[in-house]
């Protein structure tokens, strides 16, 4: 409808204070409005925000490396039947050899569980010694605890959060307590740690106490998903905190490089000839990982 329509119809004499205040009213929220909005926009990201919307980035770039081939989808469903499993109380231990997929697996985890956009749930993820505020156990701890006593501010307005410790012994009680109290919010957590096998032991005096912080009983409705070099020297202790709940990923058989590489060129609108098929086949031999495959489409890409 035509503004000026409306504005003709108003009668000058009895509705001119009316039309006064409406377009005050209107002009003081409109202004109101675009200045909260542009306090946001310019307003700098606290350290907690950078940090988690780093490892958000990271994995939103891995997970679309991630190739659902029939291994690596057997893979994902072991680790969806932990994840809806209320009865294991233990984390998850996901372990391969490097390049195995390990970090485009729980990428895509991810993703998968963003995109159900529940309520009910919370996901977090950390990549270890990626430079974002989790190269220690005490960097990584704080990190984690930051961001669930923030999520727990924003469920229950009467909690009153205390200030963190600042040494590795007391964040490694301090992390227990805060996963208890985000249970007992009751909603949903998950928790993806890749790489925890490359956690700097500069902060505690013996490597075999970096994990000690990690609870091998989780609170009901709190889940953990680790993954670690299964030839690491910390394999041992890692997979003694999973209780027998974990999987390993191997490497791909060549059916699966192919069908990486295929799906990945198909989306660029490319394909490779024949030659080409035949030389990379020659390069990866039998058996190969996906971190391989991700390279190899890169050079024919």
Same mark, same amino acid.
């Given at each position: 409808?035509?503004?000026? !329509?409306?504005?003709?119809?108003?009668?000058?004499?009895?509705?001119?204070?009316?039309?006064?205040?409406?377009?005050?009213?209107?002009?003081?929220?409109?202004?109101?409005?675009?200045?909260?909005?542009?306090?946001?926009?310019?307003?700098?990201?606290? &350290?907690?925000?950078?940090?988690?919307?780093?490892?958000?980035?990271?994995?939103?770039?891995?997970?679309?490396?991630?190739?659902?081939?029939?291994?690596?989808?057997?893979?994902?469903?072991?680790?969806?039947?932990?994840?809806?499993?209320?009865?294991?109380?233990?984390?998850?231990?996901?372990?391969? &050899?490097?390049?195995?997929?390990?970090?485009?697996?729980?990428?895509?985890?991810?993703?998968?569980? $963003?995109?159900?956009?529940?309520?009910?749930?919370?996901?977090?993820?950390?990549?270890?010694?990626?430079?974002?505020?989790?190269?220690?156990?005490?960097?990584?701890?704080?990190?984690?605890?930051?961001?669930?006593?923030?999520?727990?501010?924003?469920?229950?307005?009467?909690?009153?959060?205390?200030?963190?410790?600042?040494?590795?012994?007391?964040?490694?009680?301090?992390?227990?307590?805060?996963?208890?109290? %985000?249970?007992?919010?009751?909603?949903?957590?998950?928790?993806?740690?890749?790489?925890?096998?490359?956690?700097?032991?500069?902060?505690?005096?013996?490597?075999?106490?970096? %994990?000690? +912080?990690? &609870?091998?009983?989780?609170?009901?409705?709190?889940?953990?998903?680790?993954?670690?070099?299964?030839?690491?020297?910390?394999?041992?202790?890692?997979?003694?905190?999973? !209780?027998?709940?974990?999987?390993?990923?191997?490497?791909?058989? +060549?059916?699966?490089?192919?069908?990486?590489?295929?799906?990945?060129?198909?989306?660029?609108?490319?394909?490779?000839?024949?030659?080409?098929?035949?030389?990379? !086949?020659?390069?990866?031999?039998?058996?190969?990982?996906?971190?391989?495959?991700? $390279?190899?489409?890169?050079?024919?890409?």
């Amino acid at each position: 409808e035509d503004p000026t !329509q409306i504005l003709n119809s108003v009668d000058s004499e009895g509705d001119d204070g009316y039309l006064q205040n409406f377009l005050d009213v209107f002009c003081t929220e409109m202004v109101a409005s675009l200045e909260k909005a542009a306090d946001i926009k310019e307003r700098d990201p606290t &350290p907690l925000e950078a940090d988690v919307a780093a490892h958000v980035a990271i994995a939103m770039t891995h997970q679309d490396y991630y190739y659902p081939s029939q291994y690596s989808t057997l893979i994902q469903e072991s680790v969806l039947r932990y994840l809806d499993d209320k009865s294991i109380t233990s984390p998850f231990y996901v372990h391969g &050899p490097i390049g195995s997929g390990k970090t485009f697996l729980i990428s895509h985890l991810l993703k998968e569980i $963003l995109d159900l956009k529940t309520d009910d749930s919370v996901a977090i993820i950390r990549f270890v010694g990626s430079g974002h505020s989790t190269s220690t156990g005490i960097e990584l701890m704080s990190s984690l605890c930051e961001q669930m006593i923030s999520i727990i501010g924003t469920i229950d307005a009467t909690y009153e959060p205390r200030e963190l410790p600042h040494t590795f012994e007391d964040m490694a009680h301090t992390f227990p307590k805060i996963l208890k109290l %985000f249970a007992e919010r009751r909603k949903n957590l998950i928790i993806f740690l890749d790489g925890l096998d490359t956690l700097s032991s500069k902060d505690v005096s013996e490597p075999a106490l970096l %994990f000690s +912080w990690l &609870p091998t009983i989780l609170p009901r409705g709190v889940k953990i998903v680790y993954t670690g070099d299964s030839k690491a020297g910390s394999h041992a202790a890692l997979a003694s905190l999973s !209780q027998g709940n974990d999987v390993k990923i191997d490497k791909w058989g +060549w059916a699966d490089v192919e069908g990486f590489i295929d799906s990945k060129l198909e989306k660029r609108g490319r394909k490779i000839t024949l030659d080409q098929r035949d030389y990379v !086949q020659k390069c990866v031999g039998d058996f190969s990982t996906p971190l391989t495959a991700q $390279l190899i489409m890169h050079e024919v890409a």
